[in-house]
């Protein structure tokens, strides 16, 4: 079965440090996809990465971070200089690749990691 | 304008009765999800759509129906609202092609009383 699981229920930083939201993942299929999501305070999903199973390589856009690790099936987050801005829940997610009869798509979310950054 | 919208946005029902979400996508997107989002539970996929007229249960279909007449729309009915689906529910598409990101919409919130 697949689940995700993000352990850190919340974390609070001061504005510009660093964190890093964890993201643990278990799946049997060899070719699936990632994603990170990010839901401020007025409730909307905005979709911040996807990362296929293949594409090992770490990404950086602006100040946000991922590290993608099949060795230990993490898919962690981080964000740097950390901003007010940034306060918002933060889910990580799983999808079945759309490669297979019978696959959907469908996500598998954790259970979100609520980050706080205080001025 | 183009895009993914719910409504209503806001909802509050009583216990027993039904209610029906709506759910529009503009962009022919083939796969279409209604999730729920409780505290402590992440999100949650409810049912989801292959294309019209293909429906098939999620992880917590239970009191849920859904429909797929037609492929833009996805309406998801609770037949007789409970007060445990008290929550906010997120619909959602995907297309094979393309990069598999899920487009959400704004969500609903739903109170059962």
């Known amino acids: 079965a697949q689940k995700v699981t993000q352990a850190q229920t919340e974390i609070s930083v001061v504005e510009k440090e660093d964190v890093t939201l964890d993201c643990v993942y278990e799946?049997?299929?060899?070719?699936?996809?990632l994603f990170w999501y990010k839901q401020p305070p007025s409730g909307e999903l905005v979709f911040l990465i996807r990362?296929?199973?293949?594409?090992?390589q770490n990404e950086i856009s602006g100040r946000y971070s991922w590290n993608f690790q099949k060795s230990t099936s993490s898919f962690n987050f981080t964000i740097t200089a950390s901003q007010v801005v940034d306060s918002a829940v933060y889910f990580c997610?799983?999808?079945?690749?759309?490669?297979?009869?019978?696959?959907?798509?469908?996500?598998?979310f954790g259970q979100g990691t609520t980050l706080q950054v205080k001025p | 304008d183009a895009g993914i919208t719910q409504s209503p946005r806001y909802k509050i029902t009583e216990t027993g009765r039904q209610v029906t979400l709506m759910c529009h996508q503009t962009?022919?997107?083939?796969?279409m999800f209604w999730y729920r989002q409780d505290l402590g539970h992440g999100l949650r996929l409810i049912y989801y759509?292959?294309?019209?007229?293909?429906?098939d249960k999620g992880e917590v279909p239970d009191g849920y129906v859904v429909s797929r007449s037609k492929t833009e729309n996805f309406p998801l009915t609770l037949e007789s609202a409970t007060r445990s689906q008290t929550s906010v529910y997120f619909c959602?598409?995907?297309?094979?092609?393309?990069?598999?990101?899920?487009?959400f919409g704004p969500g609903t919130r739903l109170t059962v009383t």
């Open positions: 962009w022919s997107h083939s796969y």
């Open positions: 759509s292959a294309a019209a007229d293909i429906t």
């Open positions: 990362r296929n199973s293949f594409d090992e």
């Open positions: 997610a799983l999808s079945e690749a759309l490669i297979r009869s019978g696959n959907t798509g469908k996500l598998i």
């Open positions: 799946t049997r299929d060899t070719t699936y996809y």
């Open positions: 959602a598409s995907t297309t094979k092609l393309g990069n598999w990101k899920q487009y």
